[in-house]
């Protein structure tokens, strides 16, 4: 087994603000490959072939192009008993999320996509009793887009330093461990505590009475 020195560790979550990155998973076996399979173990192209049942060549087109922006490595090599190499990849982070505040500075539709995801999240609240009026939802979309933007650059930040010990864990462990991780990192960040005093207070103020 031969471990690839160029490999970085694997971050907890990682932000896609690039649309080219964005528009590579938009394709639905690509993202398949990478939020089913990748950001939870390493495997081959045959493996994941036999996964998805789609044909090793064709599977292994779509983690070039994955590998391309940034979202796949390689990680180790091994060789199986006929002499065979056998490469293994995985995803570059645990989770992977839109950043919806440079989505909303571009000038293509990808500014039109995160400004509906961002109004449709606010619309949703209306059934928790909160009804923000029509005049209100642009400061509304600001302060979530800001916060958002904060909590994004400082999860980000979390690295996850012992890789073999993450895999060895279930998923159900990985997600708490991530969540009490960026909890911890979210409770020590002064500017993004400022956000979200201003968003709840935001929300409360426009929430019905029971």
């Known amino acids: 087994m031969n471990p690839v020195s160029a490999s970085r560790l694997m971050k907890d979550l990682e932000i896609i603000t690039d ?4 528009k590579v998973l938009f394709d639905k076996i690509r993202a398949l490959i990478v939020f089913k399979y990748l950001v939870n173990e390493e495997m081959t192209v045959k493996q994941l072939a036999d996964a998805i049942g789609k044909n090793p060549g064709n599977v292994l087109r779509h983690i070039e192009r994955l590998k391309s922006v940034g979202l796949v490595q390689q990680v180790r090599t091994e060789k199986t008993t006929t002499g065979i190499v056998q490469r293994y990849y995985r995803a570059t982070a645990r989770e992977y999320r839109l950043g919806i505040a440079d989505m909303m500075k571009s000038n293509d539709g990808m500014k039109a996509y995160a400004k509906d995801r961002l109004r449709n999240m606010l619309l949703g609240l209306e059934a928790y009793g909160v009804s923000i009026p029509e005049t209100r939802l642009a400061e509304a979309l600001s302060i979530l887009e800001r916060m958002f933007e904060r909590e994004n650059q400082v999860s980000s930040a979390l690295t996850i330093t012992n890789a073999e010990f993450w895999n060895s864990l279930s998923i ?16 020590r960040d002064s500017e993004y505590l400022k956000l979200k005093d201003k968003w709840c207070s935001f929300v409360m103020s426009f929430l019905k009475a029971s």
Not at 19 to 22: D, E, F, Q
Request: hydrophobic residues 40%; negative net charge; without cysteine.
């Open 19 to 22: 649309p080219n990155t964005i």
């Open 172 to 187: 159900h462990q990985q997600e708490d461990a991530s969540r009490l991780m960026r909890d911890v990192a979210m409770a």
